[in-house]
């Protein structure tokens, strides 16, 4: 019943490459904006990545350089962020967010651990 649960962190080499989930529920998916944000200790939460409810148009932060893939599948009330050639910059705690396009009312998930390291 937890309307966002992260999936697929973990520890990876730089280089390297790994896909996070996010699964929705409880709510009418297609309604809302889906965003991945990031937080490193120390730092403030920024915005990875959006994906539009309307028309499925993706954004991306400057930082990510090309590497990083949002893509949603409504039918399957979820978001995905392919990451390829981490860095160790990148490693955070990724939160998956959900936002209705209309009301502005929000969602946030727990968070899944993304460590880059050798």
């Known amino acids: 019943q937890v309307p966002l649960v992260e999936s697929g962190g973990g520890l990876v080499q730089p280089g390297g490459s790994l896909t996070l989930s996010c699964a929705a529920s409880?709510?009418?998916?297609?309604?809302?904006?889906m965003m991945w944000y990031r937080q490193a200790p120390g730092k403030e939460r920024e915005l990875v990545a959006s994906?539009?409810?309307?028309?499925?148009?993706?954004n991306y932060a400057d930082s990510i350089e090309g590497r990083f893939t949002m893509t949603r599948d409504n039918a399957k009330n979820a978001i995905y962020l392919q990451m390829n050639s981490l860095k160790p910059e990148d490693t955070a705690v990724y939160y998956c967010?959900?936002?209705?396009?209309?009301?502005?009312?929000?969602?946030w998930g727990q968070g899944t651990q993304v460590t880059v390291s050798s």
């Open positions: 409880g709510f009418t998916f297609s309604f809302y904006t």
């Open positions: 994906i539009r409810s309307t028309d499925g148009r993706t």
């Open positions: 967010k959900a936002l209705h396009r209309i009301s502005g009312y929000v969602y």
